[in-house]
């Protein structure tokens, strides 16, 4: 398929033909969940601890009486009915939220993102993308130049200019990946997506 190609002052180019595995396959809105409910749980670290009832440090000696009191019969303060008390199924540093998604689906989801995104003219590519010097301003004027001023913007480039990393820091609705790093996340979370011409052959050959 042919992909419209725009130059960096924002008027249309040349086109540039890529993949139709890549950029024309099927939408396939379970396979994309998987693939993004994964990468997300595979983000998360373990790192809250809570007590058990085993751990809290209280007598285990009976509060009151069984009977006579006209409470409600208690054996131990560090029950977890009691303020104070252990966790019933307390969070542990060791517990493993990995999810497991085959290399082949990974990449079928990511073609089906990158599809889709295509035909919602949320994707644009561009022949190059550089800076002068690191400058938000001019990054600011290029993205309005070439109409994304008022998006949010993933930009993903063959090979990152650190000017154009630079100037990126602190637009806070930019971002600016390598085509390696892409990842499904920030693919979905973004309005537009601005792909290099080079990044496009990247991304066809790590995806294939």
């Avoid at 209280?58 to 509060?63: D, L």
């Avoid at 560090?78 to 303020?83: N, V």
């Avoid at 307390?90 to 990449?107: G, I």
């Avoid at 990946?177 to 537009?192: I, T, Y």
Wanted: one cysteine or more; proline letters at 3%.
């Amino acid at each position: 398929m042919e992909l419209k190609v725009i130059d960096d002052s924002g008027k249309a180019s040349a086109s540039c033909s890529a993949s139709d595995d890549l950029f024309g396959r099927e939408y396939n809105e379970a396979l994309i969940h998987q693939v993004v409910t994964a990468y997300q749980a595979n983000a998360r670290s373990a790192n809250s601890k809570q007590k058990g009832r085993s751990e809290i440090a209280k007598s285990t000696r009976k509060p009151f009486a069984q009977k006579g009191t006209g409470r409600a019969r208690a054996g131990m303060a560090s029950s977890p009915l009691w303020r104070g008390g252990g966790k019933i199924f307390p969070n542990s540093p060791d517990e493993n939220f990995t999810q497991k998604v085959n290399r082949k689906m990974y990449r079928a989801g990511l073609a089906s993102i990158l599809s889709q995104l295509v035909r919602e003219d949320r994707l644009t590519v561009v022949d190059s993308l550089t800076l002068a010097a690191p400058k938000t301003k001019l990054l600011a004027q290029k993205m309005k130049q070439l109409g994304l001023d008022s998006d949010r913007v993933l930009i993903i480039t063959d090979n990152v200019d650190e000017n154009l990393y630079l100037s990126s820091r602190n637009l806070p609705h930019v971002l600016v990946l390598e085509a390696h790093q892409a990842d499904p996340v920030s693919l979905v979370h973004f309005s537009k997506v601005l792909v290099t011409r080079g990044a496009i052959a990247k991304i066809e050959e790590i995806l294939a």
